[in-house]
């Protein structure tokens, strides 16, 4: 399910125009993973794999024991969340 969320992230960029195939290709940025939860994050600035990655940590974390602080932070960060 977690991955599933992380697809549909990808679909909804698409949807939204904030990605295309073109751009998903030619801009490197969109391909990176690695994110980490800091003050000044933006994302509307995180590449579409980073804010794929995001989502899918959201999910796992609504379903953790311990999803406290960093499902807060996710939440804060992602507009539809």
Do not use: C
């Not at 698409?14 to 391909?31: I, K, M, Q």
């Not at 933006?42 to 804010?51: F, I, K, P, V």
């Not at 406290?68 to 507009?79: D, F, N, S, T, Y």
């Amino acid at each position: 399910m977690a991955i599933l969320q992380h697809e549909l992230q990808h679909v909804l960029d698409f949807a939204e125009g904030r990605l295309t195939v073109l751009s998903y290709l030619l801009l490197p940025h969109n391909w990176r993973y690695r994110w980490e939860l800091r003050e000044g994050l933006s994302w509307d600035r995180l590449g579409a794999e980073q804010r794929a990655s995001m989502a899918e940590a959201l999910w796992r974390a609504e379903r953790s024991q311990t999803k406290g602080e960093v499902a807060a932070a996710l939440r804060a960060l992602i507009p539809w969340a």
